[in-house]
Antibody, heavy 118, light 110 residues
Framework: QLQLQESGPGLVKPSETLSLTCTVS??????????WGWIRQPPGKGLEWIGS???????YSNPSLKSRVTISVDTSKSQFSLRLSSLTAADTAVYYC??????????WGQGTLVTVSS | QTVVTQEPSFSVSPGGAVTLTCGLN?????????PSWYQQTPGQAPRTLIY???TRSSGVPDRFSGSILGNRAALTITGAQADDESDYYC??????????FGGGTKLTVL
């Protein structure tokens, strides 16, 4: 059964860059037709798509975050990663990784809380 | 900017039926956007209910169904139960590999 697990710092300082990693088990990260994505949820608010990487290596990101988002994949470690730069308090959120496909919906990680504070 | 709209809140009586909808500011929602629906309770990761408009995810009871109603995607819950009280999110897959989440609907069962 597919499992995704986020890892990374729980606290980062304003203006710094957040780095999160998602480790995939029970499935092949290089499988065709899947996107591997990041979604976040600020406290008490709704879900927001951050960006995704397709199995081809193409990356896509939310236009509102595009200039700050980098997503990469390491197939040898079965991991994909998010880098979000120039952090502010508004980036405080639970960050989820997910396998996404239009024809089968999302499989979600459990989420990790990231707080941006000095 | 693409905006996906959902009712902010809805209530349903136990045993009753409710239809939540998902619209698009720039036009009609169609099957081409592969609408999907997710259920989330506080402190938990979202759970996939429906994908590709009307396909139930594994283990989801048939009380949940998806459809297109007019120009919107819809999630219908029949025979509502207390543990259906959750937040429900619609997601559309847009051209160019873009995913857009709706703002969510808070469903109360009372």
């Amino acid at each position: 059964q597919l499992q995704l697990q986020e890892s990374g710092p729980g606290l980062v300082k304003p203006s710094e860059t957040l780095s999160l990693t998602c480790t995939v088990s029970g499935g092949f990260i290089s499988s065709s037709s899947y996107y591997w994505g990041w979604i976040r949820q600020p406290p008490g608010k709704g879900l927001e798509w951050i960006g995704s990487i397709y199995y081809t290596g193409s990356t896509y990101s939310n236009p509102s975050l595009k200039s700050r988002v980098t997503i990469s994949v390491d197939t040898s470690k079965s991991q994909f990663s998010l880098r979000l730069s120039s952090l502010t308090a508004a980036d405080t959120a639970v960050y989820y990784c997910a396998r996404q496909t239009p024809t089968a919906g999302n499989s979600w990680g459990q989420g990790t809380l990231v707080t941006v504070s000095s | 900017q693409t905006v996906v709209t959902q009712e902010p809140s809805f209530s349903v009586s136990p045993g009753g039926a409710v239809t939540l909808t998902c619209g698009l500011n720039s036009g009609s929602v169609s099957t081409n956007y592969y609408p999907s629906w997710y259920q989330q309770t506080p402190g938990q990761a979202p759970r996939t209910l429906i994908y590709s408009t009307n396909t139930r995810s594994s283990g989801v009871p048939d009380r949940f169904s998806g459809s297109i109603l007019g120009n919107r995607a819809a999630l219908t819950i029949t025979g509502a139960q207390a543990d259906d009280e959750s937040d429900y999110y619609c997601v559309l897959y847009m051209p160019g590999g873009i995913w857009v989440f709706g703002g969510g609907t808070k469903l109360t069962v009372l």
